[in-house]
T-cell receptor
Framework: DAMVIQNPRYQVTQFGKPVTLSCSQT?????MYWYQQKSSQAPKLLFH???????NEADTPDNFQSRRPNTSFCFLDIRSPGLGDAAMYLC??????????????FGPGTRLTVT | GQNIDQPTEMTATEGAIVQINCTYQ??????LFWYQQHAGEAPTFLSY??LDGLEEKGRFSSFLSRSKGYSYLLLKELQMKDSASYLC??????????WGAGTKLIIKP
């Protein structure tokens, strides 16, 4: 089945220790997104890639970086995690953008704990 | 600014019907999505509306009124597995998805 895969599902890191979250997709979608979601809050878009074109949201902290080495994979790097970065990180894909009806397909998420 | 409003929490009884409302103020409109999110899991797509009116899909229906900036999700014949958060999200004029915080639906036997 075509899907969005995130690894790991649970990640524990220490305050200030860099961490990388990964996402892969078998849907062959052009667009990949990274969201941060805290309990009972809306998902907050951090970045998205349209193919190789990187789009950073204006309020995404510099502590967060992303890489998309190819169509299938996308990584989220948190350079120096703080306690406030503990959250669920969701990767999503869509076939295209610029067309409102393109739904986003989500991976299962990585729950990040910062100790 | 852009804003999506949904009730924080609702409670309903198994077998009943519940309507979850969503109002929005966004810069432009290119459609509205409803997603279901079970606790600790990723959102999954339920419906998409871009024209006014009611879209029915099994036990779930979604309604849109663009002139009122209003949508609702109607869930019929509620089952315990419907206990989840329901997120409303609007596509704005830049084709960005603006998310609501979600409505937590609690189903009681």
């Amino acid at each position: 089945d075509a899907m969005v895969i995130q690894n790991p599902r649970y990640q524990v890191t220490q305050f200030g220790k860099p961490v990388t979250l990964s996402c892969s997709q078998t849907l062959n979608h052009n667009v990949m997104y990274w969201y941060q979601q805290k309990s009972s809050q809306a998902p907050k878009l951090l970045f998205h890639y349209y193919d190789k074109d990187f789009n950073n949201e204006a309020d995404t902290p510099d502590n967060f970086q992303s890489r998309r080495p190819n169509t299938s994979f996308c990584f989220l790097d948190i350079r120096s995690p703080g306690l406030g970065d503990a959250a669920m990180y969701l990767c999503a894909t869509s076939r295209d953008r610029g067309s409102g009806k393109d739904e986003q397909y989500f991976g299962p998420g990585t729950r990040l704990t910062v100790t | 600014g852009q804003n999506i409003d949904q009730p924080t929490e609702m409670t309903a009884t198994e077998g009943a019907i519940v309507q979850i409302n969503c109002t929005y103020q966004t810069s432009g409109f290119n459609g509205l999505f409803w997603y279901q999110q079970h606790a600790g899991e990723a959102p999954t797509f339920l419906s998409y509306n871009v024209l006014d009116g009611l879209e029915e899909k099994g036990r779930f229906s979604s309604f849109l009124s663009r002139s009122k900036g209003y949508s609702y999700l109607l869930l019929k014949e509620l089952q315990m597995k419907d206990s989840a958060s329901y997120l409303c999200a609007v596509v704005d004029s830049n084709y960005q998805l603006i998310w609501g915080a979600g409505t937590k639906l609690i189903i009681k036997p």
